[in-house]
Protein backbone atom coordinates (compact mmCIF):
# COMPACT_ATOMS: atom_id res chain seq x y z
CA UNK A 1 0.00 0.00 0.00
CA UNK A 2 1.20 3.45 -0.96
CA UNK A 3 -0.38 5.99 1.46
CA UNK A 4 1.99 8.86 0.74
CA UNK A 5 1.52 11.47 -1.62
CA UNK A 6 4.18 11.25 -4.54
CA UNK A 7 6.04 13.90 -4.08
CA UNK A 8 8.62 13.08 -7.15
CA UNK A 9 7.21 15.78 -8.87
CA UNK A 10 8.17 18.68 -6.30
CA UNK A 11 11.25 16.81 -5.34
CA UNK A 12 12.38 17.14 -8.89
CA UNK A 13 11.38 20.43 -9.11
CA UNK A 14 13.18 21.59 -6.21
CA UNK A 15 16.59 20.14 -7.73
CA UNK A 16 15.70 21.79 -10.76
CA UNK A 17 15.46 25.11 -9.63
CA UNK A 18 18.38 24.70 -7.32
CA UNK A 19 20.25 23.09 -9.87
CA UNK A 20 19.79 26.67 -11.93
CA UNK A 21 20.45 28.98 -8.75
CA UNK A 22 23.30 27.24 -8.37
CA UNK A 23 24.20 27.21 -12.25
CA UNK A 24 23.72 30.77 -12.19
CA UNK A 25 25.80 31.57 -9.18
CA UNK A 26 28.44 29.62 -10.14
CA UNK A 27 28.27 31.53 -13.80
CA UNK A 28 28.37 34.31 -11.60
CA UNK A 29 31.62 33.61 -9.78
CA UNK A 30 33.13 32.07 -13.51
CA UNK A 31 32.95 35.51 -14.73
CA UNK A 32 34.00 37.46 -11.83
CA UNK A 33 37.16 35.47 -10.75
CA UNK A 34 38.11 34.90 -14.64
CA UNK A 35 37.96 38.72 -14.99
CA UNK A 36 39.63 39.65 -12.21
CA UNK A 37 42.32 37.18 -13.11
CA UNK A 38 42.18 39.01 -16.86
CA UNK A 39 42.77 42.59 -15.46
CA UNK A 40 44.74 44.43 -12.61
CA UNK A 41 42.69 45.13 -9.34
CA UNK A 42 42.11 48.74 -10.65
CA UNK A 43 38.74 51.14 -11.08
CA UNK A 44 38.65 51.52 -14.53
CA UNK A 45 36.87 55.19 -13.56
CA UNK A 46 38.64 56.60 -10.54
CA UNK A 47 41.77 54.00 -10.34
CA UNK A 48 41.41 52.84 -7.18
CA UNK A 49 44.01 50.20 -6.82
CA UNK A 50 42.43 46.52 -4.73
CA UNK A 51 43.63 44.48 -2.57
CA UNK A 52 43.12 40.80 -1.38
CA UNK A 53 41.68 43.03 1.90
CA UNK A 54 38.97 44.80 -0.15
CA UNK A 55 38.56 43.13 -3.37
CA UNK A 56 34.84 42.67 -2.82
CA UNK A 57 34.66 46.51 -3.29
CA UNK A 58 35.69 45.91 -7.07
CA UNK A 59 32.89 44.58 -9.12
CA UNK A 60 32.91 43.41 -12.43
CA UNK A 61 30.87 45.57 -14.60
CA UNK A 62 29.40 44.82 -18.16
CA UNK A 63 29.90 46.66 -20.81
CA UNK A 64 27.09 46.38 -22.47
CA UNK A 65 24.89 45.78 -19.85
CA UNK A 66 24.16 42.17 -20.98
CA UNK A 67 25.05 39.93 -17.82
CA UNK A 68 24.70 37.28 -20.17
CA UNK A 69 27.61 37.96 -22.65
CA UNK A 70 30.58 36.86 -21.49
CA UNK A 71 33.33 36.21 -24.03
CA UNK A 72 36.20 34.61 -23.24
CA UNK A 73 38.33 37.44 -24.34
CA UNK A 74 37.00 39.66 -21.52
CA UNK A 75 35.92 42.29 -23.90
CA UNK A 76 32.65 42.75 -21.99
CA UNK A 77 33.73 43.14 -18.91
CA UNK A 78 34.97 46.26 -16.97
CA UNK A 79 36.58 46.10 -13.76
CA UNK A 80 34.87 49.45 -11.60
CA UNK A 81 35.15 49.99 -7.65
CA UNK A 82 31.24 50.23 -6.41
CA UNK A 83 31.09 53.69 -6.12
CA UNK A 84 32.30 54.32 -9.96
CA UNK A 85 29.89 51.10 -10.59
CA UNK A 86 26.99 52.84 -9.32
CA UNK A 87 27.25 56.05 -11.02
CA UNK A 88 27.91 54.28 -14.50
CA UNK A 89 24.63 52.65 -13.99
CA UNK A 90 22.80 55.45 -12.64
CA UNK A 91 24.12 57.33 -16.05
CA UNK A 92 22.52 54.90 -18.05
CA UNK A 93 19.36 55.26 -16.03
CA UNK A 94 19.12 58.64 -17.06
CA UNK A 95 20.33 58.23 -20.73
CA UNK A 96 17.20 55.60 -20.81
CA UNK A 97 14.88 57.86 -19.39
CA UNK A 98 15.75 60.49 -21.96
CA UNK A 99 17.70 63.15 -19.61
CA UNK A 100 13.81 64.61 -18.99
CA UNK A 101 14.16 65.28 -15.42
CA UNK A 102 17.84 67.16 -15.93
CA UNK A 103 15.89 69.83 -17.79
CA UNK A 104 13.41 70.75 -15.56
CA UNK A 105 13.29 74.35 -15.86
CA UNK A 106 12.99 77.01 -12.68
CA UNK A 107 15.35 76.70 -9.90
CA UNK A 108 15.10 74.94 -6.40
CA UNK A 109 16.12 71.81 -7.40
CA UNK A 110 19.86 72.41 -6.70
CA UNK A 111 20.21 71.15 -3.23
CA UNK A 112 19.12 67.34 -3.98
CA UNK A 113 22.23 65.35 -2.49
CA UNK A 114 23.81 62.80 -5.30
CA UNK A 115 24.71 60.37 -2.20
CA UNK A 116 21.41 59.76 -1.61
CA UNK A 117 20.57 58.48 -4.56
CA UNK A 118 23.70 56.69 -4.46
CA UNK A 119 23.27 55.45 -1.11
CA UNK A 120 19.98 54.09 -2.35
CA UNK A 121 21.46 52.51 -5.29
CA UNK A 122 24.29 50.84 -3.08
CA UNK A 123 21.20 48.80 -0.75
CA UNK A 124 19.51 47.96 -3.75
CA UNK A 125 22.10 46.07 -5.28
CA UNK A 126 25.01 44.99 -4.02
CA UNK A 127 28.33 43.72 -5.86
CA UNK A 128 27.33 42.16 -8.90
CA UNK A 129 25.39 43.73 -11.52
ZN1 LIG B 1 36.06 53.84 -8.94
ZN1 LIG C 1 27.44 47.04 -14.32
Known amino acids: MNTRKPTLDSARLDKVVAQARRDAEQREQG ?3 RALKMYPWICGRCAREFTRANVQ ?4 HHRNHDHDYNPPDGSNWELLCVYCHDNEHQ ?5 ARGTGSASVS ?9 FADLKALLEKKRLED
Do not use: H, I, M
Open 106 to 114: GGGGATQSP
Open 57 to 60: ELTV
Open 91 to 95: RQLEA
Open 31 to 33: YRE
